[in-house]
Protein backbone atom coordinates (compact mmCIF):
# COMPACT_ATOMS: atom_id res chain seq x y z
CA UNK A 1 0.00 0.00 0.00
CA UNK A 2 2.61 2.60 1.34
CA UNK A 3 4.55 1.90 -2.57
CA UNK A 4 1.43 2.50 -4.24
CA UNK A 5 1.07 5.69 -2.66
CA UNK A 6 4.90 6.74 -3.02
CA UNK A 7 4.46 5.50 -6.89
CA UNK A 8 1.27 7.39 -7.86
CA UNK A 9 2.99 10.62 -5.60
CA UNK A 10 5.91 10.20 -7.99
CA UNK A 11 3.78 9.81 -11.28
CA UNK A 12 1.60 12.67 -10.33
CA UNK A 13 5.16 15.27 -10.11
CA UNK A 14 6.55 14.04 -12.62
CA UNK A 15 3.07 14.51 -14.93
CA UNK A 16 2.70 18.48 -13.38
CA UNK A 17 6.30 18.89 -14.05
CA UNK A 18 6.11 17.76 -17.61
CA UNK A 19 2.87 19.80 -18.41
CA UNK A 20 4.11 23.33 -16.67
CA UNK A 21 7.56 22.84 -17.76
CA UNK A 22 8.44 24.57 -21.79
CA UNK A 23 9.22 22.63 -24.56
CA UNK A 24 12.60 21.11 -24.78
CA UNK A 25 12.78 22.36 -28.51
CA UNK A 26 12.18 25.98 -28.15
CA UNK A 27 15.41 27.60 -28.46
CA UNK A 28 16.33 31.20 -26.98
CA UNK A 29 18.96 32.85 -29.00
CA UNK A 30 20.88 35.35 -27.79
CA UNK A 31 22.07 38.31 -30.66
CA UNK A 32 25.51 38.93 -30.01
CA UNK A 33 26.59 40.97 -33.54
CA UNK A 34 25.07 43.83 -34.96
CA UNK A 35 26.22 43.35 -38.52
CA UNK A 36 23.51 42.42 -41.15
CA UNK A 37 24.52 38.52 -41.74
CA UNK A 38 22.58 35.33 -42.92
CA UNK A 39 22.61 32.08 -41.18
CA UNK A 40 25.29 30.08 -41.64
CA UNK A 41 23.60 26.64 -41.89
CA UNK A 42 19.55 27.11 -41.84
CA UNK A 43 17.85 24.67 -39.50
CA UNK A 44 20.56 23.28 -37.68
CA UNK A 45 19.12 25.13 -34.01
CA UNK A 46 22.54 26.92 -33.93
CA UNK A 47 22.10 30.92 -34.75
CA UNK A 48 25.51 31.80 -36.62
CA UNK A 49 26.37 33.30 -39.54
CA UNK A 50 29.92 32.72 -41.39
CA UNK A 51 31.78 34.20 -39.27
CA UNK A 52 30.44 32.32 -35.92
CA UNK A 53 28.72 35.29 -34.54
CA UNK A 54 24.67 35.41 -33.70
CA UNK A 55 23.09 38.17 -35.94
CA UNK A 56 19.51 39.31 -36.41
CA UNK A 57 18.53 38.01 -38.99
CA UNK A 58 20.09 34.20 -38.46
CA UNK A 59 18.50 34.39 -35.32
CA UNK A 60 14.83 34.92 -36.75
CA UNK A 61 16.29 32.40 -39.93
CA UNK A 62 16.91 29.90 -37.48
CA UNK A 63 13.55 30.72 -34.94
CA UNK A 64 11.70 30.38 -38.20
CA UNK A 65 13.32 26.96 -39.30
CA UNK A 66 11.28 25.37 -36.00
CA UNK A 67 7.37 25.69 -35.73
CA UNK A 68 8.05 25.96 -31.92
CA UNK A 69 7.94 29.19 -30.09
CA UNK A 70 11.60 30.76 -29.84
CA UNK A 71 13.00 33.75 -27.98
CA UNK A 72 15.59 36.25 -29.69
CA UNK A 73 17.00 38.01 -27.17
CA UNK A 74 19.00 41.29 -28.37
CA UNK A 75 21.31 44.02 -26.29
CA UNK A 76 20.57 47.57 -26.13
CA UNK A 77 22.03 48.88 -29.64
CA UNK A 78 21.14 50.02 -32.93
CA UNK A 79 20.59 46.95 -35.43
CA UNK A 80 20.80 48.12 -38.73
CA UNK A 81 19.45 46.30 -41.60
CA UNK A 82 21.87 46.63 -44.52
CA UNK A 83 21.42 43.35 -46.67
CA UNK A 84 19.11 45.05 -49.47
CA UNK A 85 16.20 43.09 -51.37
CA UNK A 86 13.23 42.70 -51.52
CA UNK A 87 10.59 39.72 -52.86
CA UNK A 88 11.55 37.13 -51.15
CA UNK A 89 9.97 35.19 -47.68
CA UNK A 90 13.00 33.70 -46.16
CA UNK A 91 14.76 36.91 -44.17
CA UNK A 92 17.36 36.39 -46.68
CA UNK A 93 17.85 40.33 -47.43
CA UNK A 94 15.36 43.28 -47.07
CA UNK A 95 13.14 42.73 -43.99
CA UNK A 96 13.22 40.05 -41.60
CA UNK A 97 10.33 37.27 -42.44
CA UNK A 98 8.64 36.12 -39.53
CA UNK A 99 7.34 32.85 -40.39
CA UNK A 100 6.87 31.06 -37.04
CA UNK A 101 5.83 32.23 -33.30
CA UNK A 102 9.01 34.26 -31.93
CA UNK A 103 9.54 36.69 -28.84
CA UNK A 104 11.92 39.18 -30.03
CA UNK A 105 13.30 40.82 -26.50
CA UNK A 106 15.45 43.95 -26.47
CA UNK A 107 16.56 46.34 -23.88
CA UNK A 108 16.03 49.65 -25.09
CA UNK A 109 17.23 48.10 -28.75
CA UNK A 110 16.53 49.85 -32.03
CA UNK A 111 15.66 48.23 -35.35
CA UNK A 112 16.58 50.05 -37.98
CA UNK A 113 15.70 48.85 -41.92
CA UNK A 114 17.69 51.97 -43.46
CA UNK A 115 14.84 52.58 -45.74
CA UNK A 116 15.60 49.65 -47.67
CA UNK A 117 12.28 47.79 -46.88
CA UNK A 118 10.10 47.46 -43.62
CA UNK A 119 11.37 46.14 -40.55
CA UNK A 120 9.64 43.08 -39.65
CA UNK A 121 7.44 41.09 -42.07
CA UNK A 122 5.02 39.16 -40.07
CA UNK A 123 3.87 36.54 -42.17
CA UNK A 124 2.10 33.48 -40.01
CA UNK A 125 1.66 32.76 -36.42
CA UNK A 126 2.75 35.37 -33.68
CA UNK A 127 5.41 38.23 -33.25
CA UNK A 128 5.94 39.44 -29.90
CA UNK A 129 8.43 42.54 -28.83
CA UNK A 130 9.23 43.96 -26.43
CA UNK A 131 11.79 46.39 -25.20
CA UNK A 132 12.52 47.88 -28.47
CA UNK A 133 12.46 51.23 -31.44
CA UNK A 134 11.71 50.12 -34.45
CA UNK A 135 12.98 52.68 -37.36
CA UNK A 136 12.71 53.78 -40.93
CA UNK A 137 10.11 51.83 -42.74
CA UNK A 138 9.90 51.70 -45.93
CA UNK A 139 8.85 54.90 -48.22
CA UNK A 140 6.69 53.50 -50.49
CA UNK A 141 3.34 55.26 -50.95
CA UNK A 142 1.80 52.05 -51.79
CA UNK A 143 2.17 50.32 -48.52
CA UNK A 144 -0.41 50.86 -45.66
CA UNK A 145 0.66 51.33 -41.98
CA UNK A 146 -0.75 49.40 -39.24
CA UNK A 147 0.68 50.13 -35.85
CA UNK A 148 4.33 50.13 -37.26
CA UNK A 149 3.70 47.56 -40.22
CA UNK A 150 3.55 47.91 -43.83
CA UNK A 151 1.63 45.55 -46.42
CA UNK A 152 0.20 45.70 -49.81
CA UNK A 153 -3.11 44.73 -49.48
CA UNK A 154 -4.87 48.24 -48.08
CA UNK A 155 -6.03 46.85 -45.00
CA UNK A 156 -4.62 45.28 -41.44
CA UNK A 157 -3.41 42.07 -41.46
CA UNK A 158 -5.67 39.11 -41.09
CA UNK A 159 -3.91 36.14 -39.92
CA UNK A 160 -0.43 37.35 -38.08
CA UNK A 161 -1.10 38.55 -34.71
CA UNK A 162 1.44 40.89 -33.56
CA UNK A 163 2.05 41.94 -29.47
CA UNK A 164 4.10 44.79 -28.78
CA UNK A 165 5.46 46.08 -25.07
CA UNK A 166 7.16 48.81 -24.60
CA UNK A 167 7.69 49.12 -28.21
CA UNK A 168 8.25 52.82 -30.12
CA UNK A 169 8.01 52.67 -33.66
CA UNK A 170 9.08 55.73 -36.39
Known amino acids: MRLRTITTAALGGLAISLLTAPPAWADTFQVNTI ?36 TITLGAVRY ?14 GDLDV ?11 TVDATGNDRVFDVQRR ?15 PRRWRH ?14 VEQLDRVRTR
Open 147 to 160: RGQRGYDGGPPQHP
Open 126 to 140: HAHRRGQHVRQQHRD
Open 35 to 70: ADRVDANIGDGVCADARGRCSLRAAVQEANSNPDAD
Open 99 to 109: TSTITITGAGS
Open 80 to 93: RLTLAGAGEDAAAS
